[in-house]
């Protein structure tokens, strides 16, 4: 019987033991993600892929992998894969749910705390020896405790953002397309709210929905609008829930006073995107999930998927069955 063939899109960081032993394996070893046009040659070869978010499998790289017995990505979001196609030629897709919701609240809350407490510009100021002396005024910002905490999107990881948020004393209002049911609210102590009137009463807001047509530039000029001036936004889901060049205006003009984001509007960032200028944004580098043992996690659950679509098994987290 000849062995199975698979593609790994980057070096992954854990061992490939385990799936050497069922499969031959080619792994991408560039720093950079395979072009396009190698994964469509790629993909004609191989019986299992195992991909990133940043390689796109659309519907013509699905089409020519006429081999492709599963897909598996390691992430838990899947916006750069067309399910519908791979659901339609039966291939599985497989992502990483679970082990990553500590690790991308945790980056949430870095984020959330750095930006009100404009940590990023204070290390800037005493690195180009602006530290003169304690001063009453100096890099003010808002209180964390007792504000109100929006969450968009309440799924594994905008709950583990409200748990950590309960020990700040917050008032943590959540939306989300299904209400969760009276139980975990009172646990979690949240309070249901539509989209709009989050938006209006929010003194944070952090967006931990996934992408899709419906999120799609969730967040522009009118939301923006509705928000406090006061307000600061958190995004550490996909880059293109929020407009750019609305997040641009908003923070240029003062529509809300600052953001946070580990995630851009196409990534990474284009080096002359006007955002960069603004000292009241913080940029990180879609690092949500970078504690090292969450990636190893990662890995592991992608190649747990990995194999047992090539066995012909059920994908141990399956998106498209
Ligand atoms: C994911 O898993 O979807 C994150 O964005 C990357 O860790």
Redesign the pocket.
């Known amino acids: 019987m000849t062995q199975a063939k698979v593609f790994i899109t980057r070096r992954l960081p854990t061992q490939l033991h385990r799936l050497e032993e069922v499969a031959n394996v080619e792994v991408w070893s560039e720093p950079q993600p395979p072009p396009y046009q190698v994964l469509l040659e790629k993909v004609q070869e191989v019986d299992g892929l195992l991909c990133l978010?940043t390689d796109q499998i659309d519907q013509q790289l699905i089409q020519v992998g006429k081999s492709l017995k599963v897909i598996s990505q390691m992430?838990?979001?899947f916006d750069n894969i067309d399910i519908p196609t791979a659901t339609a030629r039966r291939i599985p897709v497989g992502n990483?749910p679970g082990v990553?919701t500590d690790a991308?609240a945790d980056l949430t809350w870095a984020l959330l705390m750095a930006a009100a407490r404009r940590v990023v510009e204070a290390d800037r100021f005493v690195r180009s020896h602006l530290w003169q002396t304690w001063e009453p005024d100096l890099l003010l910002g808002p209180d964390i405790a007792g504000a109100t905490l929006g969450i968009v999107g309440f799924g594994r990881i905008g709950q583990a953002v409200a748990r950590r948020a309960k020990g700040f004393d917050m008032r943590i209002i959540y939306t989300s397309k299904h209400r969760c049911n009276s139980e975990l609210e009172q646990n979690l102590g949240v309070e249901f709210a539509d989209f709009a009137s989050l938006l209006q009463v929010s003194d944070f807001v952090t967006i931990h929905t996934p992408l899709s047509a419906e999120t799609d530039h969730l967040f522009g000029e009118a939301e923006f609008v509705l928000m406090k001036q006061s307000a600061i936004l958190i995004n550490t889901a996909?880059g293109a829930i929020v407009d750019p060049d609305a997040l641009y205006q908003a923070l240029r003009t003062g529509e809300i006073a600052g953001a946070a984001i580990d995630?851009t509007e196409p990534e990474p960032i284009p080096t002359d995107s006007p955002l960069l200028s603004l000292d009241n944004l913080i940029i990180t580098p879609?690092i949500?999930?970078a504690s090292r043992p969450t990636r190893e996690k990662?890995a592991n659950m992608a190649i747990d998927n990995l194999i047992a679509g090539l066995k012909g098994e059920r994908l141990p987290y399956c998106v498209n069955s």
């Open positions: 978010l992430a838990v979001g990483t990553l991308t996909r995630v879609h949500g999930s990662m």
